[in-house]
């Protein structure tokens, strides 16, 4: 379990993304946001040790059966700048690159920064950011049942 | 300040550290409203638990319109920025408002009360700030000048208390 100290930079950075983005919206974009709430938030969470009944945990690496992905690439590629999301995934990207310094979750944590990264470069329209988006994302997959295959 | 997020009072802590998720243009009143929130709120959340981390906007003195560098982050007045954002807003945005001020009331009710007892009066000053806002948000339509008056008054508590706390501080 990671510890949190607001104090050091690295705590911060942590303790900033323990909260999901504030979701809103219509009944789709709220359900894309769920997921997208639960790939990054409540996976860093069960990482940092959140136990909290209530708030939305992911304990695996594998990614729930209602997970949309048409729906997520959709959204990302179809919306408009978003700044509230933007700045909710800076916070997750920040968080995730010194969760990778901790060896138990490094290479999963390095997955979900690609996938990150990936969702940032489409919102700003960068080039092929849909197929990479939706590469980065099999990677998760695949690692998840991989892991789930050596358990 | 370390957070034990196995427990409720350390996620509900952690969980009002980052800012709201603001939206919007820059001069619009969305984007106005919650700045003046995370000046208010979150800045000052972030200097009782000690964050010290040189991006984040943390509000020490006793300016409630001012962050650490001085500079100004509320351009205008706090409740005439938050009474516009009751009129104008969404009843999504003013949905996202109120989750940021729930988590920022129960974050600050979460401090454990020994150990933050100097900031004691200026948290409570805070909380009775959120419950205000929220109380505008809820009821604006039906009871505006109620709502405000009463936004205005813990507004000006908050800043008698501020001072009373940076004298300790110092």
Known sequence: ?151 | MKIDLSNDDGYLIAAAIRGPDFKGEADGVCYQAFSAVKAVFTARFRHICGVTYFGAEIRQGTDLTTFNEGVDAVEGQFCDIVTSFAEAGSMAEREAMWHVLSHLERALQALPADEYAPYRREIIALVNLIDAVSRMLDSFQANKDDAVAWMKAAYANLADVIHFTDDNES
């Open chain 1, 1 to 151: 379990m990671i510890e949190i100290d607001v104090t050091t930079n690295d705590g911060y950075l942590l303790a900033s993304v323990i909260r999901g983005p504030d979701i809103e919206g219509s009944n789709c974009e709220y359900l894309v946001c769920a997921d997208i709430k639960m790939l990054f938030t409540a996976r860093i969470r069960h990482w940092c040790g959140v136990e909290r009944s209530g708030a939305d945990i992911r304990k695996t690496a594998g990614l729930w059966t209602t997970f949309n992905l048409e729906a997520l690439v959709e959204y990302v590629m179809s919306t408009e700048y978003n700044q509230g999301l933007n700045h909710y995934l800076s916070h997750v990207y920040q968080a995730l690159q010194i969760i990778t310094k901790y060896g138990e979750y490094h290479r999963e944590a390095i997955l979900l920064l690609e996938v990150a990264g990936k969702m940032c470069d489409a919102m700003h329209n960068a080039y092929n950011a849909e197929q990479s988006l939706r590469w980065s994302i099999d990677m998760l997959v695949q690692f998840a049942s991989a892991k789930e295959t050596t358990c």
